[in-house]
């Protein structure tokens, strides 16, 4: 299984990026896809998750308010619109999949990661 993320780029603080993540392989509408960031020499972080079917989100405290993680179904692809983007966002981000409905199942299948710079 595998998942494509992008999107990312160098942007100024304050700034917006969107995300992408896709996959050709299994519907993305009926299961939990997440994304994570992760600093080197830091441990990798969720971000924010959507789950399958019912589209509830949830999303780490530190981005509440400025990111937004939303599904098209018709192409199959989950986003992350982060505005307000801040130095601290700065990470390579991941999508993944527990191929599950549910957020609460661990991460099985994770696509490359992204780079997102922000820069002061």
């Known amino acids: 299984v595998q998942l494509q993320a992008s999107g990312g780029g160098v942007v100024h603080t304050g700034g917006s990026l969107k995300l992408s993540c896709e996959t050709s392989?299994?519907?993305?509408?009926?299961?939990?896809i997440a994304w994570f960031r992760q600093v080197p020499g830091k441990d990798r972080e969720a971000v924010s998750c959507?789950?399958?079917?019912?589209?509830?989100?949830t999303y780490v405290d530190a981005v509440k308010g400025r990111f937004t993680i939303s599904r098209d179904n018709s192409r199959n692809t989950v986003y992350l619109q982060m505005n307000n983007l801040k130095l601290d966002d700065t990470a390579v981000y991941y999508c993944?999949?527990?191929?599950?409905?549910?957020?609460?199942?661990?991460?099985?299948?994770w696509g490359g990661g992204t780079q997102v710079t922000v820069s002061s």
């Open positions: 392989e299994f519907t993305l509408k009926n299961n939990a």
């Open positions: 993944a999949t527990p191929l599950q409905p549910l957020c609460t199942f661990g991460m099985s299948y």
């Open positions: 959507i789950n399958g079917n019912t589209d509830k989100t």
